[in-house]
């Protein structure tokens, strides 16, 4: 059984920051998610898209935790296409989290899936510019990227243009960007 990370508190982002989180399958990164945003939303205004689990399941997992949701507002809209994002952003929205990043869309059509990452993190640093927000991103680990037995190293053409990955790794979490 997989113990859970402990978190009583959460990543404080700097302005217009984009931060992913990515692991394995099953490693608990929908509930560290959920409990981001909950400590989160104490101090600040949160957007929340659960593109994995609808409104239900994502609210049952606040109970189970005993997270209270004041402050966030959830959207289980998947897919989600990243223009349509800019319309949930109010003038108070300090972060936004998304589970998953693999979920998002796009209106336009590209020739390959790194092409569209790229359009996809270009337009989320656009909205990070224009509404001075922050943005929390789980993913998957992609079969793109490699994690060595030493936890320590990790490679993806995904996150090439970002700032700052961390792998959650069961019950640790590890910064490798």
């Known amino acids: 059984m997989i113990k859970p990370l402990e978190?009583?508190?959460?990543?404080?982002?700097n302005d217009k920051e984009i931060m992913f989180i990515v692991g394995k399958s099953n490693v608990g990164k929908s509930t560290y998610l959920a409990k981001e945003a909950y400590y989160a939303s104490k101090k600040h205004k949160v957007l929340y898209f659960s593109l994995e689990m609808d409104k239900e399941q994502l609210f049952k997992l606040y109970s189970e935790q005993r997270l209270s949701n004041e402050n966030i507002t959830i959207i289980d809209k998947a897919p989600l296409i990243v223009e349509d994002i800019e319309s949930y952003i109010k003038e108070d929205t300090d972060y936004i989290y998304i589970d998953y990043f693999n979920l998002l869309d796009s209106s336009k059509i590209f020739e390959n899936d790194a092409d569209k990452a790229k359009y996809i993190l270009d337009k989320l640093k656009d909205y990070t510019e224009q509404y001075n927000i922050k943005f929390l991103i789980m993913n998957n680990q992609d079969s793109n990227s490699t994690i060595d037995e030493t936890k320590e190293f990790y490679t993806s053409?995904?996150?090439?243009?970002?700032?700052?990955?961390?792998?959650?790794?069961?019950?640790?979490?590890?910064?490798?960007?």
């Open 7 to 13: 978190q009583t508190s959460y990543i404080m982002l």
């Open 157 to 177: 053409d995904t996150y090439t243009d970002v700032e700052c990955v961390w792998v959650l790794l069961e019950d640790t979490m590890t910064r490798i960007k």
